[in-house]
Structure formats: structure tokens, C-alpha cells
């Protein structure tokens, strides 16, 4: 079942020259982990502040298309009807938070749900730990580190438990561990609960092997999409910018000259290695 | 010449970010400064020209002490990128906020027109030249950052998470332009989450851990150190990661460069090849 559907969505920020979604049409299915990728200013940003109806709520603009979103339609409903459905981590961590201190920020959107207080002080802490900053709880989230601030808004997104979890290049700030913590958290969370995910990213060394749709954005318009593992052998991909993982790009330079390590493509340095060791094994 | 002696800072009387820092940085020095988030990172380097003063101890910026000096002075020397581009930008297009210290530091018309035009052009920015910088996307609002202080060419760079937001191709330019720095002989000083881009850019590399360094060597050794890196909250290189599950080939462990690693990786092949026959 589609839990995303746009289509021939065209649209441009207020007082732009030209549109930054130009004519993008995509459908996500329920359960699916989505990774977003492609040169930045490609309007990845934008997409995402549709899923929610930021844009055009908020940004308004001009707007053409369809964008139905966990079966609601998005250009007719108000934002803070889709909190529940549709969960957003920006791209900036500080613009997401508010509140006077780091526990409250995270409880804010429990609150609006009308949540009992029992239930949400368990929901807040099991995202504070996931996160790995219960014990910053009580600090400001504006005196804390980058990483650290940007952990509390991931937590804020978690503690709610969504349908769709949008992650706007969420873990530039972290450490390279906390990242990948991260990651294993939602991909747990896509796995066990069947929790949608968008991640936008930059990184695919990190998160290709999580996802099983990719989407590959240029000037406002999809250029790529489908299977990670078939779209990263393709020659085209790279020229539009798309850094391909290092184990990828080792696999191909040895391919080419000559030592064809295996038939798969592989996608993470662990797959690599595995195959290296079974083809140079005397 | 940056010279940190013995350095304490404390946010709040229960928030001491740094506990004693010691640490000189020579003119012409490449340095990435690693470690866990809340590790003190920004607070180190918010340091080396003024934007904080030593709790205790002292920091000298070409041999003047940060706390008898003003920010003004110091910035002359010391270019200073912050890690979010909000708290940086504030002019009203773009081409004004890469003017800006241009202006104050009274550059001519001419040299302030070439150097803006520059940069704009080197950051894919050209198209945004009179927009705010505050309608731009995440990765480009961190490039009109890194512009606003590269164009003025200041003698020593600091930093903040330089590739944050950037795709491969912004991320390359990036590296070719630091590593030229550094050729020049100028001070670069970076700190970054980003191991693979450090392993690319092969630089000094300092860990930092708990508000104190607990490492600083060259790049090849400290980025395959797995113990040292844990401590750090680091994951290795993928290159690194390769060849450390190779171990069993009795290949070299410690490579972190991908073209190395494609000579290695074919002359075994090559070696394997020849004993079959
Ligand atoms: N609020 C805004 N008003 C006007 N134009 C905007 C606004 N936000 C973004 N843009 C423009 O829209 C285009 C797409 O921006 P978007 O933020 O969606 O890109 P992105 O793919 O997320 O980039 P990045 O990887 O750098 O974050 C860019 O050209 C950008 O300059
Ligand atoms: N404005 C502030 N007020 C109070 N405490 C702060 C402030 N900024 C940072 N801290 C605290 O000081 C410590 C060091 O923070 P710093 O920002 O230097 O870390 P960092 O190494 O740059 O981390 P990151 O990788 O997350 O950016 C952390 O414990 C942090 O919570
Ligand atoms: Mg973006
Ligand atoms: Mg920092």
C-alpha cells in the first residue's frame, strides 16, 4: 500500500526565479526505508517539507501537483494535523528547538497529543536513552554541543513514534559511532515496527546498505531510482555527484584493471572485505 | 603561531568543556582536530582568536596572550568558520556577506569585486549573488560561510565541520583547495566528524576526548588505531575497515588511502595468480 503519493508536483518558493521541486512524481510504500540523495541545492529540503505540509502551509509559494500522505491530502489539510503521521528532523538541528530545556523539548509534541503523563514520561525517557542524552535532560538545548543539540531533535521525532520518520541529513553533527547508532535505531524501528523512513543523506558509505529504495534527485526532478545495489553499479550516477561508497569505487578499479573480486556488487566495506578474503585465500 | 598552555574553560561552574589543553600549532601546520560530540572541540578552537578566553590558563596568537587583545585584532589573523552557518551569517544578500570583512579590512574596490566574484564562482553560489542568504539550502548557506572567510585569504583557517552538508563534487573542490593552502605554507585548522574525508586530506590529526587531547599524530597511524578510535567515538576509514579484516592475507593494516590500496590489492592478486599456475 502507498503510504506516500506525489505527483507532477511543481513548486517555487516565494519570490524565486525558478521552481525547486520542477515536475517530481513519487510513491513510497508503507514499510519502506527510502534513502534521498543528490548535489546539494537539489531540492531534497523541499521535498521533504511537503511530506508534512510545511510547504506550501508554511513557505507557501506556487504550488501544482498532488501530494497524498498517509491517505490524507496534504495541500488541503493544515500541518499540525499531520504530526501524528509525519515526523520531520531538520536539516538544522538548532531551528527545531525551543523549549527551556532538552526534556521538554522532546515531551512538547506528547503534550499536544494529549498524552497521559505516565505514558509520556516512559516515551520520553526510552527516546532520551536512544539518544544517548538522558543526561543532559535537564540543560537548555541551546547550551549544549552541535551533536549534542542534534540529538535532542531526533529524540523529539522518536519519542513520538510516527507512522513516516523524515530525516533531513540527520546526523551531520554526530560522531561517526553515534551515527551509526542512530542509523541501527531506525533501521530497527523500520524493521520491528514497520515504521516508514525517508533519510536524506550525502554519506551513502553510511546508510546505502539500510536502505531498499534509493531515490537519486537532480535540479528538482528524480534522475535515479530504485534498488541501491543496482543504481550504485551504474556508470551515470556519479557524474551527477553522488559520492558512491569506497568500497564500491575500490571494486570497480579493481574490476577494471583486470582482479573481478566477485559478481555482486558490493555495497559496505564488511562486503568487500568478505569477498577479498574468499577470492585471495591461498 | 598558536600556543595553548594548560588551558581550563568552564561554561557554568558543573560544565568544565575544557580540562587542561596544552598544544602548539605552527605556522603552515594541517591539523583535524576528531573526538565524540561534547568532546570540547568548538570550545578549543573558539579560542585561537578570542571568541573565548581561557578560564584558566593562556592561549598566545603570534605571540600576543587572547585576553590582552581585542576579537577584532585577532581576526586578522585568524579566519574563523563556524560550525552552523545561522550563527555566522547575517548580511542581506550574499554577495555582501562574502564582502563584508573585505570592506573592513579596506580592501580596495577592485581587489574586494575580483575576490567576491571568486569565490561565489569556486562555491557554486554565482546564481544566489544578490539573495539572503537565509533562502538558501543547508549546504549552500555553509558554503557562503566557508566563502565569507576564504575570500579575504587569511593566513590561518579554523574550521567548524567544513563539509557539513556538501555532496561529493563540493566536497572534492574543498579538499584540492585546503590541501593548496597548505602548499602555500598557510595555517589550517579543521575540526570534523567526517573520517573520510580526514583520511583523504591526510593531515596532523588530534583526538579529543572528555575536554582533554588524548592523541595527536599523523593521519595514517591515528585513523588505524581501532582502540583509539573507540575511545574517540570513531568508526575507521572504510579503506581501513577493509584491511583490517583482511589481516589474515598478511597484507599491511594500516592503509586508509584508496590508491594504495587498489597497488596492494592487485599485486596480491597477481601473487595468487602466479602460484595457481
Ligand atoms: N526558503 C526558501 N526560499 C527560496 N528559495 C529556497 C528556500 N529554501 C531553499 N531554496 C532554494 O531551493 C532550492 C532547493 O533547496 P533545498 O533546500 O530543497 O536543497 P537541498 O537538496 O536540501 O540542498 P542541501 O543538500 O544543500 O541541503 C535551492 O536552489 C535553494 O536555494
Ligand atoms: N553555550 C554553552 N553553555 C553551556 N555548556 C555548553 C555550551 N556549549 C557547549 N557546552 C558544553 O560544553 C561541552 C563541550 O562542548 P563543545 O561544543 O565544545 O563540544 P564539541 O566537541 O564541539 O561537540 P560536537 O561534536 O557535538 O560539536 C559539552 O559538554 C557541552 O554540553
Ligand atoms: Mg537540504
Ligand atoms: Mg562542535
Not at chain 1, 6 to 19: F, R
Not at chain 1, 169 to 187: G, H, K, W
Not at chain 2, 246 to 267: K, R
Amino acid at each position: 500500500m502507498a503510504i506516500i503519493n506525489i505527483s507532477n508536483l511543481v513548486y517555487t518558493y516565494p519570490g524565486a526565479s525558478k521552481p525547486s521541486i520542477d515536475g517530481l512524481s513519487l510513491t513510497v510504500e508503507k514499510g519502506e526505508f527510502v534513502l534521498i540523495t543528490g548535489p546539494s541545492g537539489c531540492g531534497k529540503t523541499s521535498l521533504c517539507r511537503t511530506f508534512n505540509g510545511l510547504i506550501p502551509h508554511f513557505y507557501h509559494g506556487e504550488l501544482s501537483g498532488q501530494i497524498i500522505v498517509a491517505e490524507q491530502d496534504i495541500i488541503s489539510k493544515q500541518t499540525f494535523d499531520m504530526a501524528k503521521h509525519v515526523g520531520l528532523v531538520f536539516q538544522n538541528p538548532e531551528n527545531q528547538l525551543f523549549a527551556l530545556s532538552v526534556e521538554k523539548d522532546v515531551a512538547f509534541g506528547l503534550e499536544n497529543l494529549g498524552m497521559n503523563r505516565e505514558e509520556m514520561r516512559k516515551r520520553v525517557d526510552w527516546a532520551l536513552n536512544l539518544a544517548d542524552i538522558y543526561n543532559l535532560r535537564e540543560r537548555s538545548p541551546h547550551e549544549v554541543s552541535g551533536g549534542q543539540q542534534q540529538r535532542v531533535a531526533i529524540a523529539a521525532v522518536l519519542a513520538m513514534q510516527p507512522e513516516i520518520i523524515v530525516l533531513d541529513e540527520p546526523t551531520s553533527f554526530l560522531d561517526p559511532l553515534s551515527a551509526e547508532r542512530i542509523f541501527e535505531v531506525i533501521y530497527k524501528l523500520n524493521q520491528e515496527q514497520g515504521i516508514t523512513v525517508i533519510l536524506v543523506e550525502h554519506r551513502l558509505d553510511l546508510t546505502a546498505k539500510y536502505a531498499n529504495h534509493l531515490v537519486v534527485m537532480d535540479k528538482g526532478k528524480i534522475c535515479f531510482e530504485g534498488n541501491p545495489r543496482n543504481l550504485l553499479c551504474n556508470e551515470e550516477i556519479s557524474h551527477i555527484g553522488v559520492g558512491i561508497p569506497k568500497a564500491t569505487l575500490l571494486y570497480k578499479k579493481l574490476k577494471t584493471a583486470g582482479f573481478n573480486v566477485n559478481q555482486q556488487t558490493p555495497l559496505s566495506s564488511d562486503e568487500l572485505a568478505d569477498q577479498l578474503l574468499k577470492a585471495l585465500k591461498t | 603561531m598558536i600556543t595553548i598552555d594548560n588551558v581550563h574553560y568552564s561554561y557554568a561552574s558543573n560544565i568544565e568543556a575544557l580540562k587542561g589543553v596544552s598544544l602548539t600549532i605552527n605556522d603552515g601546520d594541517f591539523i583535524a582536530i576528531m573526538g565524540q560530540n561534547g568532546a570540547g572541540k568548538t570550545t578549543f578552537i573558539k579560542h585561537f582568536n578570542g571568541l573565548l578566553k581561557p578560564t584558566s590558563g593562556t592561549v598566545h596568537v603570534n605571540g600576543i596572550e587572547t585576553t590582552k587583545t581585542s576579537v577584532a585584532t585577532l581576526a586578522k589573523n585568524v579566519g574563523f568558520v563556524f560550525q552552523n552557518p545561522d550563527n555566522q551569517l547575517f548580511s542581506e544578500t550574499v554577495e555582501d556577506e562574502i564582502a563584508f570583512a573585505l570592506k573592513n579590512f579596506k580592501y580596495d574596490k577592485k581587489t574586494i569585486e575580483e575576490q567576491v566574484t571568486w569565490a561565489l564562482d569556486f562555491f557554486s553560489l554565482t546564481q544566489y549573488r544578490k539573495t539572503s542568504p537565509f533562502l538558501l539550502s543547508g549546504g549552500e548557506r555553509k558554503r557562503v560561510a566557508l566563502a565569507s572567510v576564504l575570500a579575504w585569504n587569511p593566513d590561518a583557517l579554523v574550521l567548524d565541520e567544513p563539509t557539513i552538508g556538501q555532496d561529493h563534487e563540493q566536497k572534492e573542490k574543498l579538499r584540492q583547495f585546503i590541501i593548496q593552502l597548505h602548499a602555500k605554507k598557510k595555517t589550517v585548522i579543521m575540526v570534523t566528524h567526517d573520517v573520510e574525508f580526514v583520511a583523504e586530506c591526510n593531515p596532523r590529526v588530534i583526538l579529543m576526548r572528555d575536554g582533554k587531547i588524548i592523541a595527536d599524530g599523523i593521519a595514517k597511524n591515528i585513523l588505524t588505531n581501532p582502540t583509539l578510535l573507540e575511545e574517540s567515538s570513531i568508526v575507521l576509514p572504510q579503506i581501513a575497515q577493509i584491511f583490517t579484516k583482511l589481516y589474515p592475507l598478511g597484507l599491511p593494516t594500516d592503509i586508509i588511502d584508496i590508491t594504495e590500496a587498489e597497488t596492494i590489492l592487485l599485486a596480491a592478486n597477481a601473487k595468487k595468480q602466479e602460484q595457481l599456475t
